[in-house]
């Protein structure tokens, strides 16, 4: 139709692709990419909501459970905690304008932070409750990111299939002197957004 050879065809496809505008499934086909804005979150220590909320986005979070418990074996751990000590755990779904984004558990220790399992979460950044009430502001944070397939739960609250890929955001966030305050393992939609890194 064109009057172009297959070659001219496929490097052009080829451009396409690595420019992120169509992607290939192998026996399927070329499909076009959905666009997906780019967010600062897993570089960033002012949390998930306070970025999107800074762009200009309406941020809405429902707040699932919020308890005084006894921590996991991996929240003990990375949170460098004795068998005595308790934690307030925290899960919360991130709605961004309409659309379910982030699944996050988070988990602080009791005694940095009193009373907080009793504290209204709803729609508010707990990074500013955390600076404000407590004042813990994190200095420092790790995080490890790996792709998952979410359970059924997990799909259901986030609006997507059980096969559906999503990043798993593991993070433990530490203060000034080195205490680890916060632990978190977040769902990520990746379908939605991606990541952007910045390394100093």
């Known amino acids: 139709m064109y009057g172009i050879s297959r070659t001219v065809v496929r490097e052009a496809l080829n451009e396409l692709v690595h420019d992120r505008f169509i992607y290939r499934i192998q026996g399927k086909g070329t499909f076009i990419s959905g666009r997906k804005e780019e967010q600062d979150f897993a570089g960033s220590n002012i949390g998930f909501s306070g970025e ?14 919020q308890t005084l418990a006894e921590p996991g074996s991996r929240e003990k751990r990375m949170l460098r905690l004795d068998a005595q000590q308790s934690v307030v755990k925290i899960q919360r779904l991130m709605v961004i304008d309409g659309q379910a984004r982030m699944l996050v558990d988070m988990a602080f220790p009791a005694d940095l932070v009193s009373g907080f ?77 991606r990541l952007h890194f910045t390394f100093r």
């Not at 999107?52 to 459970?65: C, F, H, L, P, S």
């Not at 792709?147 to 890929?165: C, D, F, M, R």
């Open 52 to 65: 999107m909320i800074g762009k200009g986005r309406e941020v809405i979070t429902r707040i699932i459970k």
């Open 117 to 193: 399992e009793n504290l209204n979460l709803k729609n508010r950044s707990i990074y500013d409750i955390l600076k404000r009430r407590y004042g813990l502001a994190p200095a420092t944070s790790e995080r490890w990111i790996e792709a998952i397939l979410p359970t059924k739960k997990q799909a259901a609250y986030l609006n997507v299939t059980e096969g559906t890929p999503l990043l798993g955001i593991e993070s433990c966030a530490y203060l000034s002197d080195g205490r680890a305050f916060e632990y978190y393992y977040g769902l990520h939609r990746s379908d939605i957004s």
